[in-house]
């Protein structure tokens, strides 16, 4: 499995980014597919999740309402909308894959959220 990450950057406040990350591999569908981010000098952290059907979807509480995450099963691949960027939202952005006990990260996307 491998993942890659893509759509971060620099934004405004208030801005909005749609980050993707694209899996290669097999049977992608099986996948619990998740975004995590990191801050510097923080823990990294779950921002969303998604199960591999799409089905059922997660947030962190200071997402609801602004971060939407979908997943393509026929392109492998995982999206994270996010609206209203706030500079607290700065970090490297990760996907993660989840399946029978086995973890895959992507190499993380920069978002930096500043005037």
């Known amino acids: 499995v491998h993942l890659v990450e893509s759509g971060g950057g620099l934004v405004q406040p208030g801005g909005s980014l749609r980050l993707s990350c694209t899996f290669s591999?097999?049977?992608?569908?099986?996948?619990?597919m998740n975004w995590y981010r990191q801050a510097p000098g923080k823990e990294r952290e779950l921002v969303a999740g998604?199960?591999?059907?799409?089905?059922?979807?997660n947030y962190l509480d200071s997402a609801k309402g602004r971060f939407t995450i979908a997943r393509d099963n026929v392109k492998n691949t995982v999206y994270l909308q996010m609206n209203g960027l706030k500079p607290e939202d700065t970090g490297v952005y990760y996907c993660?894959?989840?399946?029978?006990?086995?973890?895959?990260w992507g190499q993380g996307t920069q978002v930096t959220v500043s005037s």
């Open positions: 998604i199960s591999g059907a799409g089905t059922s979807t």
């Open positions: 591999g097999f049977s992608f569908r099986r996948y619990d």
């Open positions: 993660k894959a989840t399946w029978s006990g086995n973890d895959y």
